[in-house]
Nanobody, 125 residues
Framework: QVHLVESGGGLVQAGGSLRLSCAVS???????MGWFRQAPGKDREFVAT????????YYADSVNGRFTISRDNAKNMVYLRMNSLKPDDTAVYYC???????????????????WGQGTQVTVSS
C-alpha cells in the first residue's frame, strides 16, 4: 500500500511558476511516481513520471521543457516544478504511484495503482 498527499497548488499568473509536492509513504520500492492533471470537462491526462529508484523521467509533449519532475528519496518526496505556466495548464493535479510490472503503460492513468487527493492549479491570463 502507498499513501500519497499533494500540496503546493494555487493561483498564479500566466508565465509564472509553481512547485507541487507529493509526500509518499508505504511500500515504495520498484515504483514509478507520476503526475496527472484533469481540467473541468476533460479526461485525466498524463503530465510526467519518474522512476523512484533510478530517476528515469518521461514527460507529456505539452509540458516538456517547461515542467520538471524530481524526487528526494531521503525525504520520500516527489516534486513537479512548473515554469512558464499557461492558462491551459489550469487543472487539478494528482500524484500517482505505479508498481513496476510487465506490460504497464507509464502514461496511462488506468495503470497507476495509488492516487493522492489532488491539488488545484489555476493559471490566470
Amino acid at each position: 500500500q502507498v499513501h500519497l498527499v499533494e500540496s503546493g497548488g494555487g493561483l498564479v499568473q500566466a508565465g509564472g511558476s509553481l512547485r507541487l509536492s507529493c509526500a509518499v509513504s508505504g511500500r515504495t520500492q520498484q515504483i514509478f511516481m507520476g503526475w496527472f492533471r484533469q481540467a473541468p470537462g476533460k479526461d485525466r491526462e498524463f503530465v510526467a513520471t519518474i522512476s523512484k529508484s533510478v530517476g528515469t523521467t518521461y514527460y507529456a509533449d505539452s509540458v516538456n521543457g517547461r515542467f520538471t519532475i524530481s524526487r528526494d528519496n531521503a525525504k520520500n518526496m516527489v516534486y513537479l516544478r512548473m515554469n512558464s505556466l499557461k492558462p491551459d495548464d489550469t487543472a487539478v493535479y494528482y500524484c500517482a504511484a505505479l508498481a513496476v510490472r510487465s506490460g504497464v503503460r507509464l502514461t496511462s492513468s488506468s495503470d497507476y495503482d495509488f492516487w493522492g487527493q489532488g491539488t488545484q492549479v489555476t493559471v490566470s491570463s
